[in-house]
């Protein structure tokens, strides 16, 4: 899945950005109190994508 894709759906869920590390992007889920990093790849692995959805307790892409 490419990085794009999953921060735009990850937004549209309600999360927003923390903050930006030198290798990976912290978003945060108001709602539900949980992170979890994004890392900086172009492409991301769809298992990584379904862990960091489950992170911040989301739908799964």
């Not at 921060?7 to 539900?32: A, D, F, M, P």
Request: proline share 3%.
């Amino acid at each position: 899945m490419k990085r794009k894709e999953l921060l735009r759906h990850i937004k549209t869920q309600g999360c927003r950005l923390l903050r930006e590390g030198k290798r990976h992007s912290v978003y945060w889920n108001q709602l539900k109190g949980k992170t979890s990093t994004v890392p900086r790849h172009n492409e991301v692995d769809d298992f990584l994508a379904r862990k960091i959805c489950r992170d911040l307790d989301i739908l799964e892409p």
